[in-house]
């Protein structure tokens, strides 16, 4: 009877594996006392090289953190929005921002990304404490539930010069 069941269980069962990769809903990272969730490029109006990475940042741990880079694809991201400062976003202890959502706040935009969609690429986060936090994002189409998810702004800020 134990073989008609189907299943296999144990350390290697395919459920047991699956909850530690990739999947279309968004990757899972974490660093310290920090989490990513949900982390997914979408990517830009068609006929541009823009992405955006929408997901949500914790900071379970015992003190504050700053987001303090970027990199997407080994190309430098742009953190922008209202809870940004000078391309940075603080994480009080117990915050939970969102980058990238129509109702988020905050944002991190690539301007130069070609990865076709469906294409896990890599993505670096340097914080301020916890240090380096890479991880690969699935780069999906703006559609369905990811539609009107677009870099805000538009186009990259001006640099200084």
């Known amino acids: 009877m134990p073989v008609l069941a189907g299943c296999f269980n144990g350390p290697r069962a395919t459920t047991t594996v699956q909850a530690t990769q990739d999947s279309n809903n968004g990757t899972q990272a974490k660093i310290g006392g920090l989490r990513v969730e949900n ?19 914790f900071n379970d741990g015992r003190e504050p953190d700053t987001l303090v880079g970027v990199q997407i694809n080994g190309q430098p991201a742009t953190i922008d929005g209202a809870a940004a400062s000078a391309g940075s976003v603080e994480l009080p202890r117990g915050a939970a921002i969102t980058f990238g959502y129509q109702n988020s706040q905050s ?4 301007y130069d990304i070609t990865e076709a969609e469906s294409a896990y690429v890599p993505v670096r986060m340097t914080f301020q404490r916890a240090g380096i936090l890479d991880f690969t ?25």
């Open 39 to 57: 982390a997914t490029l979408v990517s830009g109006p068609e006929g541009t090289t823009t992405a955006t990475l929408i997901m949500s940042l």
């Open 107 to 110: 944002w991190v935009n690539s």
């Open 137 to 161: 994002a699935l780069t999906v189409p703006p559609v369905g539930i990811y539609e009107g998810i677009a870099p805000n702004p538009s186009t990259p800020p001006l640099q200084a010069q």
